[in-house]
């Protein structure tokens, strides 16, 4: 309790501040209507007096809006001098001086306006060091078409009344959403978002229900739909029956195609890869949620599992087979109910993030999240450091899979990856060593949400193999962490960079 008044007061003590700022802009105001009239009894009357007191009024408002001069202006263009040379740097390493470093999220809930936070100078050369990563690539920051990466336009101050609600507004949800007591999606709340023909209107809403709604099973099969782009949000009742129809064609040539291969029998280079995918899958499948009712109420549906796995590896030999990938399949599977839509979706999602499918783009994107402990916890990544844990490998498994074995349930599972899905990266990190940037997406967030949540056991370790054995035994039991991921999430994306 007294964290949250000390929170309050903060607020009260911001907009006392702007409060201040107002009251001054209303006594230059003032000052300068003096000034006028005083001219105009000048003109009239032709005082000394009057003269003599326009001169002090001119000099005292002179003297309080006197602008003060900067000491940092001559640093702030030689930081653009200096970016200009080496397109390379980043957010973090090009600017030190002008982005602060993030405190820990216990210590900062966003209770600063986003106009009082300070602006790096050099905006312009990080749009281009942005545009330098790929070509044609707009970063954007969520799918909501509201929001955006780089923002220069600083909305205004809103009125202490506003804050105020804004602060409990926040405060409250974010405890509720701690607890796991979210509000459950309707029927008429689904509907809502679509017109007479089916389309999505509102797909800024569309996501909000995503993040912040426990959703029923027959409404999630639906949203998964969207949410993995076997539908388009735009389309309607009549495209959507041709998307079904066109969908299961594809997927029943693409099972085709390898079935008629193994067929032969002969000994060609095709036959050998399909028969190593099968006996590689083979080992993982039965193993996968076989304690789920989906599976044990139905053993045919391994068998659907293991088809679709190795049409997708079929179908994609430059990603290949990779364990966990069965994991992941079997989540769409298992939520959407239905063969088509699982593999598609499942295919869209593996193409979207099959970088990290590799050692070389996993190997970025753990090293993105070192930088990320580094900056929100430099004690906990210290003491990682001297563990020689700093390269996160014991978290690739929670990266692969979408956490979904770090999850008490599989219930659990299904809401933490709907929701890490549900907003795209944010902005890029510089890469110590390795020259490059990465993008900052929540569920990297999140990896350091649950060690910052730990660190307490952490610190304690002596030993590489302590930190092993607790990943090992690490189970999500409500939604505190990934809470904590979104919060560091929003410092980052509320930035004006």
């Given amino acids: 309790m007294d964290g949250f008044v000390n929170k309050f007061l903060s607020v009260l003590k911001v907009v006392t501040d702007d409060n201040k700022e107002d009251v001054d802009d209303k006594q230059e105001t003032d000052g300068l209507k003096e000034e006028k009239e005083v001219q105009n009894d000048v003109q009239e009357n032709g005082g000394k007096d009057a003269s003599r007191e326009l001169q002090l009024n001119t000099a005292g408002i002179r003297e309080e809006t006197e602008p003060i001069e900067s000491p940092q202006s001559g640093s702030s263009s030689n930081s653009s001098s200096n970016l200009q040379e080496d397109s390379s740097c980043s957010l973090l390493s090009y600017c030190p001086d002008d ?15 986003i106009e009082d936070m300070p602006l790096p100078s050099p905006v312009s050369q990080l749009e281009s060091s942005t545009q330098s990563l790929e070509p044609g690539y707009t970063p954007s920051l969520a799918h909501s078409p509201s929001r955006g990466v780089l923002q220069r336009d600083r909305p205004p101050s809103p009125s202490l009344f506003d804050r105020s609600i804004e602060f409990f507004k926040r405060e409250f949800d974010s405890i509720r959403f701690s607890l796991g007591t979210r509000p459950v999606l309707t029927h008429e709340e689904w509907f809502n978002i679509f017109n007479a023909d089916g389309q999505m209107l509102d797909t800024e809403k569309f996501y909000s229900f995503l993040l912040d709604y426990d959703w029923p099973t027959e409404l999630l099969q639906e949203g998964w739909k969207y949410l993995f782009e076997y539908y388009e949000t735009f389309s309607n009742h009549d495209e959507r029956v041709l998307v079904d129809k066109k969908k299961d064609a ?5 099972m085709s195609a390898w079935s008629e291969i193994l067929e032969k029998e002969d000994e060609s280079e095709e036959n050998a890869r399909v028969k190593k995918l099968i006996y590689l899958i083979n080992k993982d499948v039965p193993r996968t949620d076989r304690d789920h009712s989906f599976y044990t109420s139905n053993p045919e549906n391994s068998s659907v599992l293991r088809d679709l796995l190795v049409t997708f590896c079929f179908a994609n030999p430059d990603i290949g087979y990779v364990q966990g990938m069965n994991e992941v399949l079997s989540l769409f599977l298992v939520t959407v109910e239905n063969k088509t839509a699982a593999y598609w979706g499942y295919s869209n999602y593996t193409l979207r993030n099959k970088l990290f499918f590799n050692s070389t783009g996993l190997m970025a994107k753990l090293n993105g999240v070192s930088e990320l402990l580094n900056i929100h916890d430099p004690e906990l990544y210290n003491k990682l450091r001297v563990l020689d844990c700093s390269n996160m490998l014991f978290c690739q498994r929670w990266i692969l899979l979408g956490f979904k074995r770090e999850c008490k349930t599989f219930e659990m599972a299904v809401k933490v990856f709907t929701i890490i899905n549900s907003l795209k990266p944010t902005h890029y990190i510089q890469l110590q060593g390795l020259g490059k940037c990465e993008l900052l997406s929540l569920d990297m967030f999140l990896v350091v949400a649950i060690l910052i949540s730990s660190r307490n056991t952490l610190l304690s370790f ?24 979104r919060q560091m999430y929003d410092e980052w994306a509320n930035r004006n960079w």
């Fill in 250 to 254: 594809e997927l029943e040539n693409l």
């Fill in 462 to 485: 002596t030993d590489q193999t302590d930190v092993y054995q607790w990943t090992g035994k690490l189970k999500l039991s409500d939604m505190s962490a990934i809470s904590h991921a």
């Fill in 99 to 113: 982005i602060p470093t993030l405190p820990r999220i216990e210590q900062c809930i966003d209770i600063v306006p």
